[in-house]
């Protein structure tokens, strides 16, 4: 479904590189961390980013290819000269979902898949996808049906799935997710609704909901959406904390450099802006007026 790295793995490196202390950020960085002085230029340590502020927004990213590898390329799925100009039957998406999944992981051996009608079971050991998931392993079980104008809605469901994040921490991830998949002739959307139990490495475990949308096409990926955490704190308050991630036309292509905007809110509502803008210089604005500068691996379009 990707195309090389996409704009938001190109977001998680920039994350990875941030921290941020107590005073700015709410919550306290993993201890390994860089700062910001290390990542790029800064003049507000308000707009370093943490640990914690790349694990949301990984699991954006694993789940989006993740759900997409189960359905792309499935509008071929139909067989012989007397069906065309008709959607294939969920039957047909089935089966040939369990086969192109393969193809989206760099060794085919570590999934298997048991077909059973319109569903199919996907058993995955240490998975590496080719355009992003890292170490994926579980079960995930994909229900498939097909609308009479071609809409192909995939229900999956999956618990304890594990992950690597992208400092090479294993996270914990459940879904429940609605997505809906469509090809037209300039290119190929999928719309999802999820949510579930996620639990990574640093900010432990938290609920999730999710809603968002990629396009893509032979040469760009495109996505937009909205995912919002919340976990209950320890104690006799039981106070909730939320965060949340919203990518707005986060674009990445085959050649050039990245487009598009991440907003991050922190519990404490501290809201960071990161804007590509097609040059391989990423800012970052926060709503204290904290701003920062992070040089991208990517060469700008000529």
């Given amino acids: 479904m990707t195309l090389g790295k996409t704009g938001l ?3 998680i490196v920039m994350l990875m590189a941030c921290s941020s202390d107590d005073k700015n950020g709410g919550e306290t ?3 390994g961390a860089s700062t910001m002085a290390d990542a790029g230029d800064t003049n507000d340590e308000t707009s370093a980013l943490t640990e914690e502020d790349s694990e949301t927004t990984d699991v954006a990213n694993d789940e989006s290819e993740l759900l997409g590898a189960t359905v792309d ?7 012989g000269a007397l069906r065309e100009g008709t959607p294939p039957t969920a039957e047909e998406v089935a089966m040939h979902a369990a086969t192109k999944f393969l193809d989206k992981m760099e060794n085919a051996e570590c999934v ?9 079971t996907f058993t995955l050991t240490e998975c590496t996808g080719k355009r992003g998931l890292r170490k994926l ?9 097909v609308a009479e104008d071609g809409t192909i809605t995939a229900h999956s469901t999956g618990t304890a799935l594990t992950m690597s994040n992208s400092a090479g921490k294993m996270a914990t ?21 999820s949510s579930g139990m996620f639990k990574g490495p640093v900010g432990g475990a938290m609920d999730r909901s999710a809603t968002y949308t990629v396009s893509w096409d032979a040469d760009c990926r495109t996505i937009d959406g909205t995912w919002t955490f919340t976990k209950t704190l320890p104690g006799p308050m039981m106070k909730v904390q939320t965060r949340s991630t919203k990518i707005t036309g986060l674009k990445r292509c085959m050649t050039g450099c990245p487009t598009g905007k991440v907003e991050l809110t922190r519990p404490n509502g501290l809201v960071i802006t990161v804007t590509y803008d097609g040059t391989n210089m990423a800012t970052t604005m926060t709503s204290k007026g904290g701003s920062g500068t992070k040089v991208l691996e990517c060469t700008p379009a000529t």
């Fill in 9 to 11: 793995t190109l977001f």
């Fill in 29 to 31: 960085p993993d201890a």
């Fill in 73 to 79: 390329g499935a509008e071929k799925a139909k067989r």
């Fill in 112 to 120: 298997t898949t048991a077909i059973d009608g319109d569903t199919v």
């Fill in 137 to 145: 392993s579980g079960t995930l079980v994909v229900e498939y049906s």
């Fill in 173 to 193: 991830l459940d879904v429940s997710a609605t997505a809906t998949y469509k090809a037209t002739d300039t290119g190929k959307t999928l719309s999802v609704t």
